[in-house]
């Protein structure tokens, strides 16, 4: 509990872990402070990220059906497709299909959807795994920058620190 204490407040104060009275040290330490935030904020939307895709395949699993479906529109990110279910009802999902990597315009795949909301359809065998290298990459990035940004304020306070004791003096 105090090596958290401890770890907190140089990272909000500084280095030294004391508060600075002085208008620079005041203001790192709000930078400090956004800089945290932030990245926290950051950090929980890639935790999300994965509990969503996890969650939503729960939701298709628990009540599974199985479809062809043509891709109509590919992206990278989302990819439109269309399925008829077994009751003979064409579906386009408005978001489009859940892990659409590596589809391509007028492919045929299987898909596999809720059947009480056939608007929440995966590609066939592909599920949340997916989702983690993308949702640990942010989460890496979003520190390794947070980190940088935190010790180049750190050494900016220094310096000012530095100019400050000299100006004394």
């Known amino acids: 509990m105090e090596v958290a204490k401890a770890v907190s407040r140089v990272m909000i104060h500084g280095p030294g872990g004391e508060v600075s009275h002085h208008r620079s040290g005041k203001i790192i330490r709000w930078c400090r402070i956004?800089?945290?935030?932030?990245?926290?904020?950051?950090a929980a939307q890639s935790v999300l990220l994965v509990a969503g895709a996890w969650r939503n395949d729960r939701i298709i699993e628990s009540n599974m059906g199985v479809a062809a479906a043509t891709v109509l529109n590919a992206g990278p990110r989302r990819s439109t497709i269309e399925f008829v279910t077994p009751d003979r009802v064409t579906y386009r999902p408005e978001l489009g299909v859940l892990y659409p990597s590596e589809l391509e315009n007028g492919m045929r795949i299987y898909v596999e959807y809720d059947r009480d909301d056939p608007n929440l359809v995966r590609v066939q065998d592909r599920d949340a795994r997916l989702a983690l290298i993308p949702a640990g990459s942010i989460l890496v990035l979003d520190w390794v920058i947070a980190g940088a940004l935190l010790i180049g304020l750190a050494v900016l306070e220094?310096?000012?620190?530095?100019?400050?004791?000299?100006?004394?003096?």
């Open 34 to 42: 956004t800089i945290l935030v932030i990245a926290a904020a950051v």
């Open 158 to 169: 220094k310096s000012l620190d530095r100019r400050r004791e000299l100006a004394e003096l």
